[in-house]
C-alpha cells in the first residue's frame, strides 16, 4: 500500500493546496494531509481549525486522512509508514527551498522521498499570505480558496486593518 504525506502549515488551505491534495491523492492508496503546528509561524488559524478546514475541503476524497503534527516530518513519516512526501510548487523559489528541505530529510532518514508537483498555472501566484492580505482589507477571496474556507477565513480576518 502506498502511502503519501502532504505536509504543510495551511494557513489557511487554498484552492492551490485542494489541487495539489487531489492530484497526489490519485497518485498513491492513501494519502495524509498532515497540518503542521510549526512553532516559526504566527498562524491566524490553531491548528485544529487548519486541520478542519482541510478536512472540509477534501472530504470527498476517498483514502485521504487530515491530521495535525508537531516535530521533525521525517519521525511522522516513519511512523505513518510513508512512502513519500509531496510539496507543492509555485515558483521557483518554491524549488529551492524545497530541495534543501528535501535532502535535508533525506539525511536524516534515507529512506526518505519526496514528489514536487508544481501548480497549476491558474494558481501559482496564490499563497495562504496572499490569502489572508486580501481578506483582512475585506476582498473577495471566493477564488483562492476552497468554498467551505471562505466565511471562516472572513470572519477572522476581515477588518483587521479597520482599527
Not at 487531489?22 to 491566524?44: E, F, S
Not at 539525511?107 to 496564490?126: N, Q, S, W
Amino acid at each position: 500500500m502506498s502511502i503519501f504525506l502532504y505536509p504543510g502549515t495551511f494557513d489557511p488551505f487554498t484552492n492551490g493546496h485542494v489541487d495539489i491534495a487531489r492530484r497526489a491523492a490519485g497518485l498513491c492508496d492513501k494519502l495524509i494531509v498532515a497540518v503542521l503546528t510549526n512553532k516559526g509561524k504566527k498562524p491566524a488559524f490553531t491548528v485544529e481549525e487548519r486541520r478542519q478546514m482541510a478536512e472540509e475541503a477534501l472530504k470527498d476524497l476517498p483514502e485521504l486522512e487530515v491530521m495535525s503534527y508537531d516535530g521533525l516530518l521525517v519521525n511522522l513519516y516513519k511512523q505513518v509508514g510513508a512512502n513519500a512526501v509531496v510539496r507543492g510548487l509555485r515558483s521557483e523559489s518554491d524549488f529551492r527551498f524545497e530541495a534543501e528541505i528535501a535532502a535535508a530529510n533525506k539525511l536524516l532518514l534515507p529512506d526518505y522521498e519526496t514528489i514536487l508537483m508544481p501548480c497549476r498555472i491558474d494558481l501559482a501566484f496564490t499563497s495562504s499570505s496572499i490569502v489572508k492580505e486580501v481578506a483582512s482589507y475585506g476582498g473577495n477571496i471566493s477564488g483562492m480558496v476552497p468554498a467551505v474556507v471562505v466565511k471562516r477565513v472572513m470572519d477572522r480576518l476581515r477588518n483587521n486593518n479597520d482599527q
